[in-house]
C-alpha cells in the first residue's frame, strides 16, 4: 500500500511559478511510475506529467511541455512539479499518482494508476 501527500498548491498570478511536492509513504519500485494529473471543476481529470522511478524519464502533456517540469528525489520518495508561466487555464486541483505497472509509458490512463493523492489546489489569477 503507498500513501500520497501532495503540498505546495496556493494561489499566483498568471505568469507565476509554483512547486508542487508529493511525498510518498510506503514501497515505490524502480520500475514504477510517478504522475501528476489535475481536475478543474467541471472538467474530466487530466495527466500533466509523469517519471519513472528507476530511470528518471519524463512525460508531459502538450499543455504543459516547456512550462513544467517533473523531478524526484527517490532516496526521499518525492516527486516534484516545477510550474512556470502559469496561466489561469492551469486553475485545478493536481494530485499525484503512482503507477505500479512497467513497461513504457504511452499515455495518461487514469486507470493505469493504482494509488492516488488527495490534491493540492492551484489557483492562478488573470
Known amino acids: 500500500q503507498v500513501q500520497l501527500k501532495e503540498s505546495g498548491g496556493g494561489s499566483v498570478q498568471a505568469g507565476g511559478s509554483l512547486r508542487l511536492s508529493c511525498a510518498a509513504s510506503?514501497?515505490?519500485?524502480?520500475?514504477?511510475?510517478m504522475g501528476w494529473f489535475r481536475q478543474a471543476p467541471g472538467k474530466e481529470r487530466e495527466g500533466v506529467a509523469a517519471?519513472?522511478?528507476?530511470?528518471?524519464?519524463?512525460y508531459y502533456a502538450d499543455s504543459v511541455k516547456g512550462r513544467f517540469t517533473i523531478s524526484q528525489d527517490n532516496a526521499k520518495k518525492t516527486v516534484y512539479l516545477q510550474m512556470n508561466s502559469l496561466k489561469p487555464d492551469d486553475s485545478a486541483m493536481y494530485s499525484c499518482?503512482?503507477?505500479?505497472?512497467?513497461?513504457?509509458?504511452?499515455?495518461?490512463?487514469?486507470?493505469?494508476?493504482?494509488?492516488w493523492g488527495q490534491g493540492t489546489q492551484v489557483t492562478v489569477s488573470s
Open positions: 499518482a503512482v503507477r505500479r505497472r512497467g513497461g513504457g509509458f504511452d499515455s495518461f490512463r487514469e486507470t493505469d494508476f493504482d494509488f
Open positions: 510506503g514501497a515505490i519500485h524502480s520500475n514504477n511510475y
Open positions: 517519471i519513472s522511478v528507476g530511470a528518471g524519464s519524463a
